[in-house]
Structures are given as C-alpha cells and as structure tokens.
C-alpha cells in the first residue's frame, strides 16, 4: 500500500474514530446540563469514559477474532442505537447505563481502527500518518461535537440525536468496505500474553509514569471546559462555534504543527515541548475564570488550549505507535492508550464536586499543574522505547 493511500485510510478512519468523543465531551455534558443534570453529576458522569482506558481487556479478542472493519461496524451500529435513545432517557438513571453502553462500543472501535493504523505504518512514516491521525480525529470530533451544538441550537436536541444516529448507521455501512487489513483467526488466547512484553522493557516504570501523568491535566479539565461556557452564560451556538468549532480547527493546526516538530527534532524533545505548552494551555483558562471570564479571555483560552493539545497529541500518539510492535498492534496499543489517560479520567470525575466547591478557577489551576511531574520521566522513556524509537 503506498503512502498516499495510507494517508487516505488512515484520514477516514480516524474521522469516524473522533465522532464519538465530539458527542461524549462537547454534546453531551452541555445536553446534561440543559436537562437539569447537576455540576457534580455531570462530572461523576465523565467516569464512563474509563471505557476507553479498560479497552486493553478486552483488546486480544478485537484482535484475534474477526475482522478489524467487521468490529468497526458493529460498534458504529451500537453508537447509532444510543444516540437514537438517548433524548428518551434523558433526566433519569438509565441514562448513565446508556452513556456507558455508548462509551463501550467507541473503545471497542477505538481497539480496531489502532491496530489498523499501527500494522501499516512502517518505520519513517510516524510523524506523517501521526499527524494525520490526530487532525482527522479532531475533525471528527469538530463535525459531530461543534456541528451537533450548532445544529441543536436550530432543531433542539432531540432532532439532533435522531440526525446523528442516521449518520452513524451509515458509516458502520461504509466501514464495512474498508480493505481487508487481517484475516480472521482464533489467536486470541495468546495474544494478550505476547502483547504485554513491552512492559519488561528497561525503564517501564518511568514510562508508566510518563505515560499516566503526560495528559492528565487536559483530561481532568475537559469534563467542565462545555459546561464553564454554558455557565457563563454562552448560547449553544457560541460553543459549537469556538470551543467545540474553531478551537477544533486550532487542533487540527496544532496536529501539523505537531508532525513538523516530530519530523525535525528527536522524539523526546518534542514530547518535552508538548508537555510544557499543555500546562500553560490550562493555566490560561484559569486566568480566564479568575477574573470574570471575559469572552475574548475564554476563547483565547480555549484556542490555546486547542493548539498546544493537538502538538501535544501528536508527540505522544507517535511515541505510542513506535512503541508497539505490529504483529500485536491492537493488544499493545490498546494497553498503552488505557495507560495514559487513566489518571486524567478518574480526576476528571471529582471535577463537578471540586468546582462546585471551589470554583472553576482553581481547578483549571489544579490541572495546569498535574501534567508537569511527566517531564521528569522522559528519560526513562527514551530507555524503554530505545534510541531507534525515541
């Protein structure tokens, strides 16, 4: 396969791979809020998103059975029945179960189109396909995620769900004529014991860390980013429009950005260069919230944000992928991909409790500063992954 049909799989896949974080981080915690959901609840609620970091238990069988584009469409159909019922259950405890369910078939996609992308990226072909990588699955998470505020600011929320389950539907169609990456093969029972030797490697410990802490403060703030907007006062156009819209445009920049400074400079530099603009992403929104939230001060600081995640993104996915070795593509990366945002998820879920207490600028604050201790590990990762790879 050559490069440019690489670029043109992995673009399409990771568009479909960023629609169900749009519906999960940006539609879904303001739909929340609209339908009376408390600060505390709505942040407990972002818990759910542990699905995508307990993926990597259930990786060897995505990876082992079946065919990669064959659990790709079934888990857009489970997405589609979701998105259908969810203004029904809107307001009462079920809902929570069919986040959850939604939840669980975006890790499960999430499992196949990874390994796809990692058994056919070859070795000096990482900063390009990492970089198409991360813009496209933020232009999924624009379309779905800013494109779905918008349009429920025009036809309401339930209209919405019902629109998005019907184009849900259609790409699990679509996904079913993607190529024929891996033949099925009942290998699983193997595969998780294969798939985990990359956590015998010297320094594991200190990419562990690396790995846990790199994005956490991003993913402990994400969970009230929707809802400060929508507390200030904000229209669910205006959020659609920068937070959730032009903010995204900002990360797809950034995820360029990210693939020029991955290509020109070692790997460890750039993962050092990620890791302080993220910190200084989220302690710009904290100035924000501190003195009034004034609109230019929000979304300037929600550009940012934006920007240094994406270069952020970038550095690590292609660590990630380099780390992996491609014979066990959806085992290892599932597992590296639970590792690093574990930590920030179940922080995440104390957000709603620590902003209704404290308010929302000293927990942006908080965050700014949770992602520093992983530049004191990037040495051990440059020992686990080894001078070929970092």
Same mark, same amino acid.
């Given at each position: 396969m050559t490069l440019q049909r690489k670029l043109a799989l992995v673009a399409a896949l990771y568009f479909v791979e960023g629609f169900p974080m749009g519906v999960f981080s940006d539609v879904w915690p303001v739909f929340l809020r609209d339908s009376g959901a408390s600060l505390e609840t709505i942040g407990w609620l972002s818990l759910l998103g542990l699905a995508w970091t307990l993926k990597a238990l259930w990786a060897p069988a995505v990876d082992g059975l079946g065919l990669w584009r064959q659990w790709i469409a079934a888990a857009l159909v489970g997405m589609?029945?979701?998105?259908?019922?969810?203004?029904?259950?809107?307001?009462?405890? =079920?809902?929570?179960?069919?986040?959850?369910?939604?939840?669980?078939?975006?890790?499960?996609?999430?499992?196949?189109?990874?390994?796809?992308?990692?058994?056919?990226?070859?070795? !000096?072909e990482e900063a390009q396909l990492s970089s198409t990588r991360v813009a496209m699955y933020r232009v999924g998470k624009l379309a779905f995620g800013a494109g779905g505020l918008m349009l429920a600011d025009r036809i309401g929320w339930t209209a919405l769900h019902e629109a998005l389950a019907v184009i849900v539907a259609l790409l699990a169609l679509l996904a079913l004529a993607t190529p024929r990456l891996q033949a099925g093969a009942p290998r699983a029972r193997g595969e998780w014991r294969r798939g985990i030797a990359l956590l015998v490697r010297p320094g594991v410990a200190g990419a562990i860390a690396f790995l846990v802490f790199y994005r956490l403060g991003d993913l402990a703030m994400a969970p009230m980013v929707g809802v400060f907007w929508r507390d200030t006062g904000a229209s669910l156009a205006l959020?659609?429009?920068?937070?959730?819209?032009?903010?995204? !445009?900002?990360?797809?920049?950034?995820?360029?950005?990210?693939?020029?400074?991955? =290509?020109?400079?070692?790997?460890?530099?750039?993962?050092?260069? !990620?890791?302080?603009?993220?910190? =200084?992403s989220n302690l710009a929104y904290a100035a924000a919230a501190l003195y009034g939230a004034p609109l230019w001060a929000v979304v300037s600081a929600s550009l940012a944000e934006s920007l240094c995640g994406g270069i952020a993104s970038v550095a690590l996915v292609s660590l990630l992928v380099l780390a992996c070795d491609r014979a066990h593509a959806g085992v290892q990366f599932a597992l590296l991909t639970a590792l690093s945002p574990l930590a920030g998820r179940l922080v995440?879920? =104390?957000?709603?409790?620590?902003?209704?207490?404290?308010?929302y600028a000293s927990w942006f604050a908080v965050t700014g500063a949770l992602t520093l201790p992983a530049l004191a590990f990037i040495p051990a990762v440059q020992r686990w992954a080894g001078p070929q790879r970092a």
């Open positions: 589609a029945l979701c998105l259908a019922f969810a203004p029904v259950v809107a307001g009462h405890p =079920a809902a929570a179960g069919l986040i959850a369910l939604f939840a669980l078939a975006s890790a499960t996609q999430d499992i196949a189109i990874d390994a796809s992308a990692v058994a056919i990226t070859q070795p !000096g959020i659609g429009l920068v937070p959730s819209g032009v903010s995204a !445009g900002m990360g797809i920049l950034g995820a360029a950005l990210g693939g020029v400074l991955v =290509a020109r400079t070692a790997l460890t530099r750039a993962l050092f260069v !990620g890791g302080v603009l993220a910190t =200084a995440g879920g =104390a957000s709603g409790e620590v902003v209704a207490a404290f308010g």
